[in-house]
């Protein structure tokens, strides 16, 4: 089976406790669309249980981008004058500042990452830079394209196929109109926008048409949803 999930954010013991849930084998493929990181208390055991797993494929939301903006060049070695200058510009206070919000939650990831040994700190971070953008992919005669949000401008995907993880920013806070008219013939199915903003009773999956949010506010006290692309059934912890 196909499933996917969104939005962690750090809640470790849930995805455990949904993946039980679901019976997630090895025989079955898990795409997570963005957001493993941030606000809740186990950032790093999301990112290494998913990195142990061949059958997890791993896209990037704004969170890691956050992140990535963040750590890239913060816990590299600066031993001279030289480098303090090339590492604390001023858009990496921009972007710590930003990630540190306690809106965002960066903070917690940050200290989980300070704890580690700098060879599993490099191999999280080199993890992290390999998630795609997006996944397209056609399960049961049915297109299904994932990726952490979308907006208008459906054909922006392929442009960002291979773009640079800091060319990603204003793409990844886009949202799209959740109210308009979604009739291709790809299903989207995202992320990002907790589906309590958009009205969904007791935090369930929206769905409006061929777009699909399943970010259903696990970490601001909602829940973790796993939708199964086969069948279209949606399990919740």
């Known amino acids: 089976m ?11 013991d849930e995805l455990m406790r949904l993946m039980e849930k679901i019976g997630f084998s090895d025989e079955d493929t898990l795409y997570v ?8 208390p186990k950032p790093v055991e999301v990112l290494t249980w998913m990195m142990g797993r061949h059958n997890v494929i791993p896209i ?9 903006r963040v750590l890239l060049p913060g816990l590299k070695k600066v031993d001279s004058e030289e480098e303090i200058e090339k590492t604390l510009t001023y858009d990496f206070l921009v972007d710590s500042n930003l990630w540190f919000l306690s809106d965002n939650g960066g903070r917690i990831t940050a200290e989980a990452f ?4 700098e060879y599993r700190r490099e191999a999280l971070l080199d993890y992290v830079k390999e998630f795609s953008v997006y996944e397209d992919i056609v399960v049961n005669d049915r297109h299904f394209v994932m990726v952490h949000t979308i907006n208008e401008d459906i ?3 392929s442009d960002l196929e ?10 990844l806070i886009s949202r799209p109109d959740f109210d308009g008219v979604w009739d291709q013939e ?8 907790p589906t309590w903003f958009l009205d969904c009773k007791d935090n369930m999956v929206f769905r409006n048409g061929n777009l699909i949010n399943i970010d259903c506010g696990c970490v601001m006290g909602g829940h973790l949803a796993a939708l199964c692309l086969e069948t279209m059934e949606v399990f919740y912890e």
């Open 2 to 12: 196909h499933y996917a999930v969104s939005d962690i954010h750090g809640c470790f």
């Open 33 to 40: 669309i963005g957001d493993t990181i941030d606000r809740g």
């Open 60 to 68: 990037i939301g704004n969170h890691e981008y956050m992140m990535m």
């Open 114 to 117: 300070r704890s580690l040994p």
């Open 155 to 157: 054909h922006s995907l």
């Open 162 to 171: 291979n773009a640079d993880i800091y060319d990603l920013g204003a793409f």
């Open 186 to 193: 790809e299903i989207f199915v995202i992320g990002h926008t």
